[in-house]
């Protein structure tokens, strides 16, 4: 069943590009990695602090409910930046995907990459001004 819907989806994109193009389905992991009862019950126990918190945020007023937070300039800023975060990580995804690829390693690095380059840029920040 998997190789009919891989079969169809090249079927339907034939665009490659320099980097992808030894990518195929079939290069990427098919390890699986189950949660364990204990990241079920963390998951659950993030999920009701989340929920408590929502519930106690509901009965007061919100901080950004006052009249200087709801001009048109103020929320613009707040939909550009939170556009640009979208973006950059749009962009990011790619390639850390070709950059994984490139490197031999699986659909999971790539993922790794992506969630490690927070703490990777603060350390390069780190590294690079201990020289000087």
Same mark, same amino acid.
């Given at each position: 069943m998997e190789q009919d819907w891989a079969v169809l =989806?090249?079927?339907?994109?034939h665009v490659r590009g320099p980097l992808t193009k030894g990518l195929t389905a079939?290069?990427?992991?098919?390890?699986? =990695?189950?949660?364990?009862?204990t990241a079920w019950l963390f998951l659950l126990f993030w999920y009701l602090m989340f929920f408590a918190h929502e519930m106690?945020? =509901?009965?007061?007023?919100p901080l950004l409910a006052n009249g200087k937070s709801s001009s048109l300039l103020f929320q613009s800023?707040?939909?550009f930046y939170w556009f640009c975060g979208y973006v950059n990580e749009a962009m990011l995804l790619p390639v850390t995907l070709d950059f =994984?690829?490139?490197?031999?390693?699986s659909a999971t690095m790539s993922g790794f990459f992506i969630g490690s380059s927070l703490i990777a840029s603060i350390l390069g920040?780190?590294?690079?001004?201990?020289?000087?």
């Open positions: =989806a090249q079927s339907i994109v079939g290069s990427f992991s098919d390890r699986l =990695a189950p949660f364990t009862l106690y945020a =509901a009965k007061i007023e800023s707040l939909l =994984a690829a490139s490197m031999g390693q920040v780190f590294m690079g001004k201990g020289g000087e």
